[in-house]
């Protein structure tokens, strides 16, 4: 019991050194520390990193072959947006929403996305 006054008197120690609104949390995070970690805590903590760190499958890439019959495949009616911007970025941008959602596309290269602007738009 004694062991456990003395941890509870460190972390309250180290608490007290940051601003009053950081305490709380600071205690809780020494104690856990200071005891080891809880395993739940831990696990739950590593779980909620993995969930973050997770990427969403990756959708297929064009290849240079396929290309130019997806650039045929855009139908530019129905992106009357993309051509209604001044600034370059902003269709670039455009485009490469447009084939991700129109055509499951994850990404271009900066060459395919200039010859889908000047081909199409």
């Known amino acids: 019991m004694a062991d456990l006054d003395k941890l509870f008197a460190q972390a309250a120690d180290i608490a007290k050194k940051l601003p009053d609104n950081l305490q709380e949390a600071a205690f809780n995070r020494a104690l856990d520390e200071l005891l080891g970690g809880s395993t739940q805590e831990s696990d739950a903590r590593k779980q909620r990193a993995s969930r973050h760190s997770k990427k969403p499958e990756s959708k297929s890439k064009v290849n240079e072959n396929e290309f130019d019959h997806f650039i045929d495949a855009i ?3 129905k992106y009357p947006d993309v051509g209604s ?8 941008l455009k485009v490469l929403h447009l084939v991700n959602e129109g055509h499951g596309i ?12 000047t081909k199409k738009f």
């Open 85 to 92: 911007t001044n600034r370059i970025a902003d269709r670039a």
């Open 106 to 117: 994850d990404g271009l290269t900066a060459s395919q996305i200039a010859e889908v602007l």
């Open 75 to 77: 139908d530019r009616t």
